[in-house]
């Protein structure tokens, strides 16, 4: 690992408009930099770079962050990388933990990907398989198919080249059980795994001998973590961010078909359903996500799964279900080009997908199992924002009302959605200049911190309760938060004395509206609503005679 004081050293010596200007045209404006956003399409530059903060944010799509974020996000590279690349712009030495890191990894897997390429053309039933599949020549050699032979094959092959069997297992191409090692992969065809960056990090095994298991993958290792990888990512990325749109299948045979096809854009996952993990990777480039899934019952519980999950994460896109038993393989090489993409533009958005589903998991015909159907749709939307949810109690309602259900039943409340990956512009459309300003105050002055809780909770704040919370958490990386430290039209509190008159002003109007609100009630309790008319109007005299007083009190 790259050392703490190496990263803190490195990151003193970066300037972010030398490092972001290296990459786009920045043009001066006002005290920030701006430009068209790099990471999506945009015709008025909302881009802005703060030489002061040291951070970029795009106003547009809520692209953020500092030096190292951006060569992230531009270059598609991971932490370190993106790290080891900056240093090597700067001329800067890096230092590492240990020497473990300082070696270079071990070169097996690349090694052994030529073997097995090599292996392919020499065995009669692993080429038979691949030009059954339907599979170009030109294909084998994109997507680097080959084959593995006997496990005693593969580990004297190891061995002839000098690796050992300690790294072998590391790097997940050898197993080590009852005092012997094997090879994990046996008279396999074989498909390179590669990260996002293109190295190879493991490998995915297809039977030909009619093994038991049809499909195998490399173990668990420190570079193959199966819920963060999508197979053929790294074809599919140039593609993905031209196109704005992402196709996941659930198998290797599908996204080389696809791609074969013209469908550049098209990755799978490895054997697991899609998992949270694999959510930074799809949000590179805001793509259209196209989920393409089989139609029996495993298929249609995954489709369920991952809509469930991007709907929640705010993504946009739908899924595409293949009937018959037929798979995009399939229909690629049976000639159906055209049919399949007319599939991909008429997907079934996610969410009416979600509610559909579960409709159908019900005999709605029983009175009970339609009020749990109810019960678990709402829930779901109550994973959505609020926005969403009002759209799409409609659709709710609209199919359960042909179904004896009174459409006034479906109440989803405005307030639950917790989802902190939502698009920024969903969790709020309106600005409040006061609301932000404090805010602004509190990250910039955290010593008047304690000053604000004393007197309001994050809670009263009408429009930007959300960004105060994550002020007071000091998350600044936050989408929410950069966008308020680069806008200049955004001004701190000066000083206490500021502070305090601006409080007064608020608070004063919070309380006078409370009162209202209590003066209206008409179900509370007499006592109940004295004791609260005497304390709000209380509260609202010291306030007008230029005394703060305490929230809770």
């Known amino acids: 690992m790259i050392t703490q004081d190496s990263i803190e050293a490195l990151k003193a010596r970066l300037d972010v408009v030398d490092v972001v200007g290296s990459y786009v045209e920045l043009k001066k404006a006002g005290m920030n930099y701006k430009s068209p956003c790099p990471f999506h399409d945009e015709k008025s530059p909302s881009f802005v770079v703060s030489p002061q903060k040291q951070i970029y944010h795009c106003f547009g799509c809520g692209a953020g962050g500092d030096s190292v974020k951006f060569v992230m996000e531009y270059e598609k590279l991971n932490y370190p990388e993106a790290l080891e690349k900056l240093a090597d712009s700067y001329n800067f030495t890096l230092s590492y933990t240990d020497n473990k890191h300082n070696k270079p990894r071990s070169q097996v897997m690349d090694k052994l990907q030529e073997y097995y390429q090599t292996l392919l053309t020499s065995k009669q039933t692993a080429l038979e398989y691949v030009k059954e599949r339907g599979i170009y020549e030109s294909s084998v050699e994109k997507f680097g198919i080959g084959y593995a032979p006997d496990s005693n094959s593969t580990i004297n092959y190891i061995k002839s080249h000098s690796f050992t069997m300690g790294e072998s297992v590391e790097m997940g191409v050898v197993g080590y059980d009852g005092g012997r090692n094997f090879a994990r992969f046996v008279e396999r065809v074989t498909f390179p795994i590669h990260s996002a960056n293109g190295s190879i990090v493991g490998f995915g095994g297809r039977t030909i001998t009619g093994h038991q298991a049809k499909y195998v993958n490399s173990p668990e290792t420190p570079f193959f973590n199966k819920s963060r990888l999508l197979y053929a990512y790294h074809h599919a990325k140039q593609s993905l961010y031209k196109q704005g749109e992402i196709i996941i299948t659930e198998g290797y045979l599908d996204v080389i078909m696809l791609h074969q096809a013209g469908f550049t854009n098209a990755v799978a996952t490895l054997g697991t359903a899609l998992t949270p993990e694999h959510l930074p990777l799809l949000r590179k480039g805001d793509p259209k996500v196209v989920m393409a899934y089989d139609g029996d019952k495993a298929g249609r519980a995954a489709a369920l799964k991952a809509s469930k999950l991007l709907s929640a994460g705010g993504f946009n896109g739908g899924v595409v279900i293949f009937q018959e038993g037929l798979d995009p393989a399939d229909m690629v090489k049976n000639g159906e080009v055209e049919v399949l993409a007319n599939m991909f533009r008429n997907t079934k958005p996610f969410i009416e997908f979600v509610l559909d589903e579960i409709l159908s998991l019900y005999d709605l015909r029983d009175p009970k199992a339609k009020e749990t159907c109810m019960g678990e749709g709402l829930s779901y939307l109550k994973t959505l924002s609020p926005l969403l949810q009002e759209e799409y109690k409609t659709y709710l309602a609209s199919r359960l009302g042909g179904l004896g259900v009174n459409p006034s039943l479906l109440k989803v409340s405005a307030n639950t959605n917790t989802n902190q990956n939502a698009p920024l512009m969903q969790k709020n459309t309106h600005k409040d200049m006061w609301e932000l300003s404090l805010v602004k105050t509190a990250i910039e002055k955290p010593h008047f911190i304690n000053q604000i809780l004393d007197v309001l909770d994050?809670?009263?704040?009408?429009?930007?309760?959300?960004?105060?919370?994550?002020?007071?958490?000091?998350?600044?990386?936050?989408?929410?938060?950069?966008?308020?430290?680069?806008?200049?039209?955004i001004h701190t509190l000066k000083d206490e004395e500021a502070l305090t008159a601006e409080l007064l002003i608020f608070l004063t109007k919070y309380y006078e509206r409370e009162l209202k609100k209590i003066n209206l009630q008409t179900s509370m309790p007499f006592e109940e609503k004295a004791f609260y008319i005497r304390k709000f109007r209380g509260k609202i005299a010291k306030l007008k005679q230029g005394e703060l007083v305490s929230f809770g009190g």
Do not use: Q, R
């Open 458 to 489: 994050p809670s009263i704040l009408t429009f930007h309760s959300h960004e105060f919370t994550l002020a007071l958490s000091g998350k600044t990386d936050a989408p929410e938060i950069m966008a308020i430290l680069v806008d200049e039209n």
